[in-house]
Nanobody, 125 residues
Framework: QVQLVESGGGLVQGGGSLRLSCAAS????????MGWYRQAPGKERELVAA??????????YYADSMKGRITISRDNAKNTVYLQMNRLKPEDTAVYYC????????????????WGQGTQVTVSS
């Protein structure tokens, strides 16, 4: 009954921006660490960002591949986590997945328990 539904993907030119959203249901959202992963064609899935559970201040993790160009945030009142992506590059093209787990360590180091269906991000040259 847990559902994570991503939205906001699409086609964008290099240097442009996108804001991904992930709406969660069926879980106590504020108790879960939320993460964003991506998988490009022919490549392994990688974690790009994560944000801790609870209230502010949140702690965030960013992968080196996108660090400085993305911001993860969450709105517990809306049960939604966001990924703001700026200065996008063609190599950012991938399916982006939202994920959730009770443990921040699991999100960062292992595989989260719950996953969304993914949203396609395509960055043109």
């Amino acid at each position: 009954q847990v559902q994570l539904v991503e939205s906001g993907g699409g086609l964008v030119q290099g240097g442009g921006s996108l804001r991904l959203s992930c709406a969660a249901s069926g879980l106590t959202f504020d108790t879960y660490t939320m993460g964003w992963y991506r998988q490009a064609p022919g490549k392994e899935r990688e974690l790009v960002a994560a944000v801790t559970s609870g209230g502010r201040p949140y702690s965030a993790y960013y992968a080196d591949s996108m660090k400085g160009r993305i911001t993860i945030s969450r709105d517990n009142a809306k049960n939604t986590v966001y990924l703001q992506m700026n200065r996008l590059k063609p190599e950012d093209t991938a399916v982006y997945y939202c994920a959730a787990d009770k443990s921040f360590s699991v999100v960062v180091r292992a595989t989260p328990l719950y996953w969304g269906q993914g949203t396609q991000v395509t960055v043109s040259s």
